[in-house]
């Protein structure tokens, strides 16, 4: 089979399988409900849903969907996702269909990419297919270890993974591609006639994948700072010329970082979302489990690049190397550190695997079949937690009354604040264009306080007084009484003080509120 020909077949069995999950969610779909197609982790799914419906609704500047603060001036930070929600706007799809497409097509670039960087890197065909593999299947044995807490890294940790990522979100696999484009054409300029429009390609590269992923430019610095370290070592007299490009390169690409600092700082609604979104990398035995396959074989495929002299192979043991010390730095957002990581080591894993099996006995196919139904066993269990998961239905659907009353509610403009219950506070915000009270764990300010007051209100624990208190002090402008609410705590909409009914139908029940608030 010629490579050209087994790359497309490969990339478009992924595609359609990257959409089977999601479509079989769909054709599950309950009797008189509507799929929200966030089928994986959906609390944060909603959350890239509602920054899209801030694009969609013409902004540009982030702010806080999911917690009720009162004089958010914004920032221009998740551009990624505010960039969406205008091309929905502009196209007229709905967002989930531009989220998915642009997942796809990521999913797509990053296929391309890595197979075209293998071949810078890789010696033969059988390894770059193979480390294709390995790098996108990521090479873990979560499927046999599912039962630890935590699990093994493969089972959740999407950004280490291209499949995984691939299957859960768009701007995982954009960044990893960008990540992967950045030294495919870092190897370029290192090893031809260091021409202007590789650097100036490198330069428009790091800043979109500032936009995309902030964290990732440290990874690249990282790199870049072991490949120089190298090539002193290897030359024997410091590369300044390439130093002082690369570092004004690397400059251009901190710029939106340090930005996004200096207006997380300076915003205190996004410092205290800042401050409680903390993201720790787990023991390092999850993350040998998570990558248990691919680790022999990435260290022997080290190894031996590295003995061939290949600046290829050896920026790729760098990039590996680079990315597992940043897991490690002493810092809040340790796990974001790991993007891509499958990328380097399933293609080192990829040139030591064609080396073993040279060396084995008759029958090479058996043990051949045999990894490749271990790479295809966390996938394919990935594969059905995306359409098997009975205990996160309130999150998968809403009943079609609910997403009537939803669209009446962003018929209003923004600007309103929604008391819901927590569960259905992780959709409204993107249904209904409005902030909620209390919603996603990360993005609620303060969200044990506020998901315990929602839960007291709707289960008639507050009283009346408690009750105009929390309103005033949230600046409620509705209460959404939905299936949901209405199943958990079957109190009387009556005992609601200083309400109107505002909408009705048979699945919600909508108030506005009249309370007149001091004002604080």
């Not at 209904?432 to 300010?445: A, C, D, L, N, Y």
Request: hydrophobic fraction near 50%; charge should be positive.
């Amino acid at each position: 089979m010629k490579p050209r020909f087994w790359i497309v077949l490969c990339t478009v069995v992924g595609l359609i399988v990257l959409s089977l999950p999601y479509v079989l969610a769909w054709a599950q779909t309950p009797d008189g409900a509507h799929y929200l197609w966030n089928s994986y982790n959906p609390p944060d799914t909603d959350t890239y849903f509602a920054k899209m419906r801030l694009g969609w609704q013409g902004a540009w500047r982030f702010t806080l969907t999911f917690s009720p603060e009162r004089g958010q001036g914004g920032a221009f930070l998740n551009l990624f996702y505010i960039a969406l929600g205008h091309l929905a706007c502009v196209t007229g799809l709905a967002l989930p269909a531009v989220y998915h497409g642009a997942r796809l097509l990521a999913a797509l670039g990053l296929a391309l990419t890595v197979w075209r960087l293998s071949a810078l890197m890789l010696p033969n065909i059988s390894s770059r297919r193979w480390g294709l593999a390995f790098a996108l299947l990521g090479g873990g044995i979560g499927w046999a270890a599912a039962y630890l807490r935590p699990p093994p890294t493969d089972l959740w940790i999407p950004e280490a993974y291209g499949f995984l990522g691939a299957l859960t979100n768009p701007h995982f696999p954009t960044a990893q591609l960008l990540l992967a484009l950045t030294f495919f054409l870092t190897l370029r300029w290192f090893s031809s006639e260091r021409r202007g429009w590789q650097l100036l390609a490198l330069v428009g590269v790091l800043i979109v994948l500032s936009l995309v992923q902030a964290f990732a430019v440290l990874t690249v610095g990282g790199v870049w700072g072991l490949l120089l370290l190298e090539r002193w070592r290897s030359q024997r007299r410091f590369p300044w010329r390439e130093s002082l490009l690369l570092g004004a390169v690397g400059l251009c690409g901190l710029l939106y970082p340090l930005y996004g600092v200096e207006a997380v700082q300076r915003d205190p609604a996004l410092a205290a979302w800042n401050a409680q979104n903390v993201t720790l990398s787990p023991p390092w035995w999850s993350w040998a489990l998570g990558y248990a396959l691919t680790l022999p074989f990435a260290l022997y495929g080290g190894w031996r690049l590295w003995r061939m002299d290949r600046s290829g192979g050896r920026l790729l043991v760098l990039w590996a190397i680079a990315t597992l010390l940043g897991i490690m730095l002493p810092v809040s957002f340790q796990r974001r550190m790991s993007l891509g990581l499958s990328l380097p080591l399933g293609l080192l894993a990829g040139w030591g695997w064609t080396q073993v099996q040279a060396r084995l006995p008759r029958r090479r196919w058996v043990a051949q079949g045999a990894l490749i139904i271990l790479l295809l066993a966390t996938p394919l269990l990935m594969l059905l937690a995306g359409f098997r998961q009975p205990g996160l239905a309130d999150y998968l659907y809403i009943s079609r009354g609910e997403r009537a009353a939803a669209e009446a509610l962003l018929a209003q403009g923004p600007g309103h604040t929604i008391l819901s219950s927590p569960v259905r506070g992780s959709a409204l915000p993107w249904l209904t264009g409005q902030r909620v009270v209390v919603g996603h764990p990360m993005e609620t300010v303060d969200h044990a306080r506020r998901a315990a007051e929602a839960e007291a209100f709707f289960s008639g624990a507050l009283d009346a007084d408690a009750q105009r208190a929390l309103l005033c002090r949230e600046a409620v402008d509705y209460v959404w009484r939905g299936a949901l609410e209405q199943h958990q705590h079957p109190l009387a909409f009556e005992q609601f003080v200083g309400v109107q009914l505002w909408l009705q139908n048979a699945d919600v029940n909508i108030f506005s509120v009249e309370l007149v608030c001091d004002e604080d």
